[in-house]
């Protein structure tokens, strides 16, 4: 069977506050490559009890269902119940709640769509918190602000249980690759003893320190990922406007510095305005919104954000939430023939 281990050790909750500022100073990686699909990780220590896994979305399913594959003993719970079907073929367990699954397993872990989603699965009635003990883990892998991302690890260590943040970068096929990047912290211990967990599912692992570090660096790489599409939409439709084929500029960008894999595998697509969603728009801006406020807490100043986040409020506003984030190309689109029709209304006039 698939192998990992864990120890509880933490009680106490850090304070509502920003990421600490000695981040820098303190910051303690840890990079491993993914394990293989025997569940063999860089910890080296076996695992033999249960694993909970509470939300089966478009990223939860697969990391679960990576667990599963590599042996592990799993036991699932969704909100929609017939989302755990999939995972009860593989061979996964159901339990009616996330206090159920917390109870039954020694460690859980948790992706929810968003803070309140979050909160509420682990602190609300018939919440996981419910379920845990002392010697049990619960991993939030979710991307939750880092005062919610508290909120939690408050709640879980008041029942002497161990608590872990570990948003993930990278979207559907990543996890399903079990190639994402998870962005620890909080209980070392626990880190340490779920390592090989996380290298099932990933293919790297970070340890940031205090809980609240973890959600702050996801939502800084993830303000940096969306504004970067508003500019590669903006590119897109800029070189058609001007008579290039945007096919050229994404396979031009594609053998350059600014090379990214992120253009070169949504460019296609997006071209033929195709959005096959494997990042919800709405959950792009909801980053961009957490990593505002996350800004204006420490008063740093991001104006490239802010536009891109209004664009991606436009682009909800047509209708676009549920489908993949470089959607928001379709808010420039909107734009653009706005102003043309704002233009003819003008020259109509005179």
Known sequence: MAAAAFLCARAAAAALRPPSRGLSRRLLASRVAAASSSGEGGGGVEFQGKVGFLGLGI??????????????????????????????????????????????????????????????????????????????????????????????????????????????SGSKKPAEDGLLIFLTAGDESLFKRVAPLLDVMGKSRFYLGDVGNGAAMKLVVNMVMGSMMVSFSEGLLLSEKVGLDPSTLVEVISQGAISAPMFSLKGPSMVKAAYPTAFPLKHQQKDLRLALALAESVSQSIPTVAAANELYKAAKSLGLADHDFSAVIEALKAKAESSQQQQFVQLSCH
Do not use: H
Not at 62 to 73: E, F, Q, V, W, Y
Not at 80 to 102: F, H, M, Q, R
Not at 161 to 168: D, H, M, T
């Open 59 to 168: 990223m939860g399913a697969p990391m679960a269902s990576n667990l599963i594959k590599a042996g592990c003993d799993v036991t699932v719970w969704n909100r929609t119940k017939s989302k755990c079907d999939p995972l009860l073929s593989l061979g996964a367990k159901y339990e009616p709640s996330p206090a159920e699954v917390a109870s039954s397993c020694d460690v859980t872990f948790a992706m929810l769509a968003d803070p309140q989603s979050a909160a509420e699965v682990a602190c609300g009635a018939g919440g996981a918190a419910e379920g845990l003990a002392p010697g049990k883990g619960y991993v939030d892998v979710s991307t939750v602000d880092g005062a919610t991302s508290k909120l939690i690890e408050e709640r879980i260590t008041s029942t002497g249980a161990s608590f872990l943040e570990a948003p993930v």
